[in-house]
């Protein structure tokens, strides 16, 4: 039997593995007795025991939340412990017992009452229903006495799957025990998300419908880094679901054998996954995307707000670099307040700098404001500019135009600021081509491999069907990636590599044999590269990559590297 | 009968946090205190002591709310409710 992997949206860079237990706290109630058959009293005595129940849980899990994630994320606690008493809820719960329904019924059709209502109206307030269900089905917990999985004493190597997880849900689950979770609903900035993140549990969330034909008691990989749940996974799979969590982790730069100083660095999506690519030895940030500040919200951050964010990232590297990317967003993002066009091709349209140069030129400024504020604001750490989906010389030149603006601005305001680093992401073929033309213009270079690899082969990520075209080992792409090294060598331009390539130490010999002098890739697998370079001879990377890149197919790269 | 109109600041608007601070702080006096926007006819307001129902008002930062408050403190419950959403929410 081959595996299969369903795609979701990737919470946690991290990878587990274990066995699925299905949690379904809102699962279907029994028939209720015939109304006559009701004691009316008794069933609000039950309810009303719940209710205290469900009030001291509440405060001990806001205690233990208050502990271990924060006061923030504690909060909703307290807004849990309101909607729990509101006398509007006692009141239809009262209403419906009399009317001869069981107090489990009572409380379902009440709560349900209010979440459709809820889940009807716009933003924030959709969120509340969220709120009500995880009151609704404590409720219903204790009243059905337990009958359902108890997510604080699951075995040892459990992977959590369920419709959703209420935050009081994600909050009981211990690190060390679960493996991972996978939801069929839920986006990136979710509860659940975040505390997945604080908590380092591998998570992968809006999975989809196909979740649930995934029964209890299968094996599965949560590759929270891939946003990918693995079902029946290889032995190789499971392997590297395993390796990336037990690799040791190692401070401070590595060399190669040979003295080779290679840079490995981290990718991050939100300010909370700074602490653990610290933790795992990251040596900086090779790819901060800065998209997490502006999806799912109504509005665009301010100048304050982001800077806020890149300050903290500047500060948690404080002898790295962090090279943050600036706003990457097309028509395949929901970025409400952007009225971003439906395309008919958004990866071929205007995204990345080609909207920062034209209908977000406001927000590139605001970012670049921010970014260099922050990085005139700490004397430790050093900040690097990336833009995104560079295709030519014009661009970079339009962007280093609204750079020394800002720079000259900022000045006049009294701020100390400096022009960073400042580079440019080779994702397109145009910008492997010519690289050369663009070396004046920038620091550095860094490798987007995900999107060079799907704009090189014209094969499309997330299409299974084409994922062999697409593989990285393809030599079409390895000669776009030689062609932008090729270009920088014997000048101040570095060249390194942000996507998962990176994160791959099968690959890492070749990387360094192409010339790549940073790479960067999701926390997890910092510690496993690191082990490889260190193993690395640059004389003999270089005759492998030559080797590499004479070859006429993939599976002639895939049996050099093996 | 005692009542105010005051403008929400917390840029949230009355959800989450600043409404749950809203309910408890109302459910600390005697007094009967009701809520909805500005201009809501005495039939439309709400009860601040329900989260559900002050929550369910929507109410956005930057909009302006009505509130009553009837019995003994009164003007207490109005004065600290006034408070409370004058402020911004990271000084909650």
């Known amino acids: ?562 | 009968m005692p009542e105010r109109v005051v403008e929400v600041v917390p840029e949230e608007g009355l959800h989450a946090r600043p409404a749950s601070l809203f309910v408890e702080t109302a459910n600390e006096y005697d007094a009967e205190v009701s809520v909805g926007p500005e201009g809501a006819a005495d039939d439309d307001l709400v009860s601040a002591s329900s989260m559900l129902a002050v929550t369910g008002l929507g109410v956005a930062g930057g909009e302006k709310l009505r509130i009553v408050a009837e019995g003994g403190d009164a003007e207490a419950a109005l004065d600290a409710l006034e408070a409370l959403l004058s402020t911004p929410e990271d000084e909650l």
């Not at chain 1, 960067?520 to 590269?529: C, H, I, N, R, Y």
């Open chain 1, 1 to 562: 039997m081959s595996e299969r992997r369903l795609a979701g949206i990737d919470v946690t860079p991290l990878a587990g593995v274990g066995t699925v237990v299905w949690y379904r706290p809102d699962a279907d109630l029994p028939e209720p007795p015939a109304p006559e058959d009701v004691d009316g009293e008794a069933e609000f005595a039950a309810f009303e025991a719940a209710r205290d129940e469900a009030e001291a849980e509440l405060d001990e899990e806001r205690e233990r939340t208050a502990e271990r994630v924060g006061e923030d994320e504690a909060a909703v606690f307290d807004a849990h412990a309101q909607f729990l008493t509101d006398p509007q809820i006692a009141d239809g719960v009262a209403e419906r017992i009399d009317g001869g329904l069981p107090a489990t019924h009572a409380v379902r059709e009440t709560f349900d009452e209010f979440v459709e209502q809820f889940a009807g109206m716009e933003g924030k307030m959709a969120e509340r229903a969220d709120d009500l269900r995880d009151v609704r089905d404590r409720l219903l917990r204790i009243l059905t006495d337990g009958e359902r999985v108890d997510l604080s004493a699951l075995p040892e190597g459990s992977v959590v799957f369920a419709e959703r997880l209420t935050p009081s849900d994600t909050a009981q689950l211990d690190p060390e025990r679960v493996a991972g979770f996978a939801t069929v609903t839920g986006g990136r900035t979710s509860h659940a998300a975040i505390f997945a993140r604080s908590l380092a549990i591998p998570a992968v969330v809006g999975v989809g419908e196909a979740l649930n034909d995934v029964a209890d008691g299968e094996t599965v990989v949560v590759d929270g880094d891939a946003g990918e749940v693995v079902v029946d996974p290889d032995e190789d799979t499971v392997a590297a679901a395993s390796e990336d969590a037990t690799a040791p982790v190692r401070e401070g730069a590595v060399e190669t054998v040979d003295g080779t100083e290679i840079e490995v660095a981290a990718n991050v999506g939100t300010p909370a996954e700074l602490g653990p690519a610290a933790e795992r030895g990251a040596d900086g940030v090779g790819l901060f995307r800065t998209e997490f500040l502006f999806l799912d919200r109504d509005d665009a951050p301010d100048e304050d707000e982001q800077y806020a964010a890149y300050r903290e990232a500047i500060e948690t590297f404080p002898d790295g670099r962090v090279v943050v990317r600036t706003l990457d967003v097309g028509g395949d993002k929901p970025v409400p307040y952007l009225d971003l066009p439906a395309e008919e091709n958004p990866f071929l349209g205007e995204r990345g700098i080609r909207r920062s140069l034209g209908p977000d030129a406001d927000l590139f400024e605001t970012q670049l404001r921010a970014l260099l504020r922050a990085d005139a604001d700490t004397d430790v750490g050093s900040l690097a500019v990336m833009l995104p989906l560079v295709a030519t010389v014009e661009e970079i030149e339009a962007a280093e135009t609204v750079l020394e603006g800002v720079v000259d601005d900022l000045r006049d305001e009294g701020v100390d600021a400096e022009r960073p680093e400042f580079g440019v992401m080779i994702e397109t073929p145009a910008a492997a081509f010519m690289a050369d033309a663009f070396v004046p213009h920038v620091d550095f270079f860094s490798i987007g491999t995900n999107d060079l690899a799907q704009y090189v082969m014209a094969a499309e990520r997330g299409n299974d069907a084409v994922a062999d075209l697409g593989d990285f080992r393809q030599p079409a792409v390895l000669r776009a990636i030689d062609a932008a090294a090729r270009a920088a060598e014997g000048t101040d331009v570095w060249v390194g590599m942000c996507g998962e390539m990176a994160g791959d130490p099968e690959l890492t010999e070749l990387l360094v044999g192409l010339g790549l002098t940073e790479l960067s890739m999701s926390a997890v697998t910092v510690p496993a590269v690191k082990a490889r370079v260190a193993e690395i001879d640059t004389e003999a990377a270089t005759a492998l990559a030559e080797r590499a890149l004479a070859a006429a197919s993939k599976d002639e790269v895939t049996d050099l590297l093996t």
